[in-house]
């Protein structure tokens, strides 16, 4: 869904975001410095999602996630070459049309999350912590696990 923003957007350059929220963030009038950060910020989580790719215990979805989000903001271009990337335009696709996590990813992350339960008692943190963190941990992987893959 687009919004037609009243501040002269042109809506073609007003992608709709992950939320669907549909607001136009990208407009002309925006200040060049927001659009930069936004950028800067897309590109570091895109190349975090790249390395995620070879790397298995660094998730790639979460990182394409905020990516595309920067760049729906900030670069039409940007936005364009990630949704086309081989490797990580799938499961930015997967996300928006089903809300899909990949079976793969959803295995690392599962697995992942009683190891850092783990290495948060290892190092030290009281009881609470411990706890606190694990209750956390728990409700996140219930979560992922509810996604469809």
């Known amino acids: 869904m687009i919004r ?40 570091g989580a895109a190349a975090l999602a790249v390395a995620g790719v070879a790397l298995p215990l660094l998730p790639t979805t979460p990182f394409v996630l905020l990516s595309a989000w920067a760049f729906a903001r900030s670069s039409p271009r940007l936005e364009a070459w990630l949704r086309d990337h081989p490797r990580l335009g799938p499961p930015l696709k997967a996300w928006e049309e089903r809300r899909a996590i ?20 290892a190092s030290g943190a009281g009881l609470a912590v411990t706890a606190a963190v694990g209750v956390a941990l728990a409700c996140v992987g219930g979560w992922i696990l509810t996604r469809p893959s």
Do not use: I, Y
């Not at 990949?102 to 008692?121: D, E, N």
């Open 102 to 121: 990949p079976r793969g990813a959803k295995a690392v992350a599962v697995a992942s999350l009683p190891l850092s339960g783990l290495l948060v008692h």
């Open 4 to 43: 037609f923003a009243t501040n002269g957007c042109d809506p073609a350059m007003c992608p709709t975001d992950l939320s669907c929220h549909g607001e136009c963030h990208c407009s002309p009038s925006a200040p060049r410095g927001d659009r930069l950060m936004l950028q800067a910020l897309g590109l």
